[in-house]
Nanobody, 126 residues
Framework: VQLQASGGGLVQAGGYLRLSCAAS????????MAWFRQAPGEEREFVAA????????YYSDPVRGRFTISRDNAKNMAYLQMNSLKPEDTAVYYC????????????????????WGKGTLVTVSS
């Protein structure tokens, strides 16, 4: 599957953005979708994940309560709604897909995603 993230941009602190991830292929619903981010000089980190039919979601502590992950299997799309943005949310955001749900592994770095898309830059000004 090929993934393409979009929707990044420059926003002021307190603002919002909605990232989109378009997936190719007919087996989109077979994949758990996730978002990751990488800030300048930092390692890539997990942000959020959603299971195949959207029944379960996972969020990292820094974004829980502010970000919402969703998906539309009919459109082969995944989304990340980001509200109350902070300067520390500035990063390149990547969407990724995997047939597996890692459960607690999302929080422990215990994942090895099958597919990655190119990132989209989010810049939050103070």
């Amino acid at each position: 599957v090929q993934l393409q993230a979009s929707g990044g941009g420059l926003v002021q602190a307190g603002g919002y953005l909605r990232l989109s991830c378009a997936a190719s292929g007919r087996s989109f619903k077979s994949y758990v979708m996730a978002w990751f981010r990488q800030a300048p000089g930092e390692e890539r980190e997990f942000v959020a994940a959603i299971t195949w039919a959207g029944g379960s979601t996972y969020y990292s502590d820094p974004v829980r309560g502010r970000f919402t992950i969703s998906r539309d299997n009919a459109k082969n799309m995944a989304y990340l709604q980001m509200n109350s943005l902070k300067p520390e949310d500035t990063a390149v955001y990547y969407c990724a897909a995997d047939v597996r749900n890692y459960g607690s592994g999302w929080y422990q770095g215990g994942y090895d995603m099958d597919y990655w898309g190119k990132g989209t830059l989010v810049t939050v000004s103070s």
